[in-house]
């Protein structure tokens, strides 16, 4: 008798006559360890005989070139069911024909070569945009100085995946396609910073983005055949009670078939947009962090846009390498401006939000994410995450709507970068060793610090380090750890440095007073409670902070 490898099968149900195949998942019998769930798709293709079972679907046979006919039939089924399903695509935006963005290539043919043109103003026309890794080899580039020559005709030679992104918009029948460092003159700061600012709007408008997540950079291409690896497929005759006679495709469900709307049921109504953050790059990450349902949403949702900027954007945005560490703040400026429509009339200032901006000063970096660096040159101030490289983290800590802390103004200009006037309360700190992650609130009392760039530590000869409490809870108090500015004769300019996250280590319990830190008569230096509130947690963490605020505020400007 043959052994049993799998012990059940389930057959995924799906809607009546929904074209897509039929899933079939294999259970192995648990006392077989060498062998794996399993999952397969049955299915026919448009040639093949209708079959008498409304289970198994229509399906499409995966080949391994990516411009192979039946995926470009596929693709341009997907643009046909998104303009004209009459309101069945209730997650596709609107579907008019946009105004084209500054510069676009037009792609060209087989006889006419493709060329940079300038649109007209309102000029409106169907348009790709493709999104790309720039790697560490510098794309072909439009410059000032070629800038008239690209509008007759762009090289020849240009990089791979620039040729394969315009084989894909010709084989779409699309005449114009976007590229950043093409269609943004690269040379130009003030042509930069104005493209800049639209790119969220570029993407968002694009008839359809090529995203070319496969490439690891623009010399690599993407649909050199291979371009991906086929499932292993099967072809299983039948013939029923009529004396008919047809045939099954039976293939394991790979990812590729599993993500593909039309391939299993389940996802028929999924945009078939690649995953997010395939791609590492400066310019055109932003529409991999806010999609078109985000950019043009039925239902703006305030609070939801306030707590997805610091809880997915950021994050999500600053993992990205971007070419030019400068750029950090210029590139996303055109998702700013898209997620401005949901703020309603709030105001984005260097990374931050006005109507937000004590809890977007929250902010920090992860000492495991490697060396993170200042960006001096970047325009931005201490005080926001653009000022630093590397990935940024807010954490869950909750700032009360009646926190004492007030930002009394933000002082913008063209000229400098954007200072807040702060009214609150500092306190003195200890760095006491140039190599440790802490500071000293007193002689046991220490609180964790996360640097915001590396070295600050070291350099504690230049450091005058000051506490700015925010609030507190069971993991303590927690805040800003500022610089004094030795330039500033007024003595009232403060640079940010790190943030705190509370956790003292303390080995005495003590409590606040005129002088500072004392020991409180209960304590002994065999007392290893772990401070004031790690002893009496939320609520001695509280009366902490209390004493504190009791104390004058100070005004001050972070800049």
Known sequence: MPEVLYESILVESKPPKHPGPMVVH???????????????????????????????GRGYHIPEYGLAPSCVSLAREWLDACGHAQGKHANCTKTTISALPTRVISVGNDKVSPRLVVTEPNQQAHYAALSHCWGGKTPTMTTVSNLEAYTVSLPKDLPRTFLDALKVARALEIPYIWIDSLCIIQDSPEDWKHEASRMAQVYANAHVTIFADAAPDSTSGFLSPPSRKAPKRFVVPYRNDQSSSGVVHIRERGFLAQQLPYHTWRTATVTANPPLFAERDGLGVQIRIVMKHFLHPQDPDVSLAEANWRSEIVPAYTELDLTFATDRLPAIQGLANATQMLRGNDEYIAGLWRKTIKADLLWHRNAGDGNAQRINDGGAPTWSWGFVTGPIYYSDRILPSDSDLQILDIITSEEKSPVLVIRGHLVNVKLEDPYSDTVSLGPDDDLRVEWDSEGLQTKSNKISPYFLVFEADDGGPFGLLLNADRNDPTGQQFRRVGYVHGHSISKWR????????????DSSASDTSGGIWADAGKEGAREWVDEIFKSEPVTFELI
């Open 510 to 521: 003590r409590s606040w007073g005129s002088g500072g830190w004392a020991s409180s008569p």
């Open 26 to 56: 294999l259970y192995p019998d648990p006392v077989v360890h060498a062998v794996s769930e399993k999952t397969f798709q049955l299915y026919t293709t448009d040639n093949d005989v209708s079959l008498p079972w409304d289970l198994i």
